[in-house]
C-alpha cells in the first residue's frame, strides 16, 4: 500500500519512522521503507486486511505515478483498486501469478476494469511476428492459463523485457541466431567449473530484417492489447500496440 492516513485524514506516503491509518479497515500502518524495496505502508499485525493486495513493486509504483494521486488507490467497497481513472476505468496492475478464480471475482466486482500485466515477470518469452493491418502476432511460449478465463482486456507492458531479450538473442551485426549452452567437454571435473561457450546458426535476410523492425518498434515502449490468444502451446495470437501514452489516454 503506498497510500496511507494521517490523523488528519490526508492521503499520506510512507517515510521512514512514520505511522497512518488503514483506509480500509482503519487498523494502524507502521512505514516500511527499505533500501531495496519500494516504501510502502503495511499492517502492523502484517495481515492485509484486502486479500487482493500484492506486494508493491518499483513496476507498480511507476504505473500508479503516471496518474493523479486522487485516482491511485481508489477504495472501492472492501478493497483497493490500484488505478481508477477520471472516467471510471480500473487499471489492475498485476505482477504475479493469479487464478483463474480471482481474476472472474474481481472481474465480476469492479466490472468496468481492463488488466495490465509486467511483461517482464507475466508476459515473458513473448514474440512479435507478423504484422498485420491493425497489429501484429505474436507467440507466447507457456503463458499462464488462468488468463484463458480472462472476460475483459488485457494489455502486456513490453516496455523494458522485450528489448533486452531480442538484444541478448541475437547478434544484429553478424546476422546470427546466438545460442549459449554449457559444453561437457569443457567442463572440469576437479575444480567444479563449466564453461559457457556460444554457437551461431545462420538465419535468413528476412528473419533478420523482422528482428531489426522489431527492436526499432520495441524502443518505443509498447503495450500490447491481447485480441486473440490461442489456447495451444507454444500459445499464439494476435495483439495490437499501444505506446504508454495512447494506453492512458485511452482510459483517462
Known amino acids: 500500500m503506498i497510500w496511507g492516513i494521517d490523523n488528519k485524514g490526508e492521503r499520506i506516503e510512507a517515510t521512514p519512522k512514520k505511522r497512518a491509518i ?4 482503519g487498523s494502524e500502518l507502521i512505514s516500511k521503507c527499505g533500501k531495496i524495496l519500494v516504501w510502502h505502508w503495511a499492517h502492523i499485525n502484517m495481515e492485509e486486511c484486502d486479500n487482493w493486495s500484492e506486494g508493491e513493486t518499483w513496476w507498480h509504483l511507476d504505473w500508479k505515478n503516471k496518474f493523479p494521486k486522487e485516482n491511485q488507490e481508489v ?11 477520471p472516467s ?13 478464480e480471482e481474476i472472474i471475482e474481481r472481474e465480476e466486482y469492479y466490472k468496468r476494469m481492463v488488466w495490465l500485466l509486467n511483461g517482464e515477470t507475466l508476459g515473458k518469452n513473448i514474440e512479435l511476428n ?3 493491418r491493425n497489429g501484429f502476432t505474436f507467440r507466447w511460449k507457456h503463458p499462464p492459463k488462468s488468463w484463458w ?24 551485426e553478424k546476422g546470427k541466431y546466438v545460442t549459449k549452452q554449457v559444453s561437457s567437454e569443457d567442463y572440469n571435473e576437479y575444480s567444479g567449473n ?22 526499432k518498434l520495441l524502443e518505443k515502449k509498447p503495450i500490447l ?3 486473440t490468444l490461442y ?20 482510459y483517462n
Open 75 to 85: 477504495i472501492i467497497g472492501k478493497h483497493i483498486a490500484d488505478v481508477r481513472t
Open 194 to 215: 563449466s564453461y559457457w561457450t556460444s554457437s551461431y546458426i545462420d538465419i535468413t535476410q528476412d528473419y533478420l530484417k523482422k528482428l531489426k523492425r522489431n527492436i
Open 22 to 25: 488503514c483506509p480500509i479497515c
Open 88 to 100: 471510471r476505468w480500473v487499471i489492475e496492475l498485476q505482477n504475479s501469478p493469479i487464478s483463474s
Open 149 to 172: 478465463f480472462c472476460e475483459k482486456d488485457i494489455f502486456v507492458d513490453l516496455s523494458e523485457n522485450l528489448e533486452e531479450m531480442y538484444k541478448e538473442k541475437f547478434d544484429i
Open 130 to 132: 507478423k504484422e498485420k
Open 225 to 227: 492489447k491481447i485480441i
Open 231 to 250: 489456447k495451444k502451446t507454444p500459445c499464439f495470437g494476435f495483439g495490437k500496440l499501444f505506446s504508454i501514452e495512447e494506453f492512458i489516454k485511452i
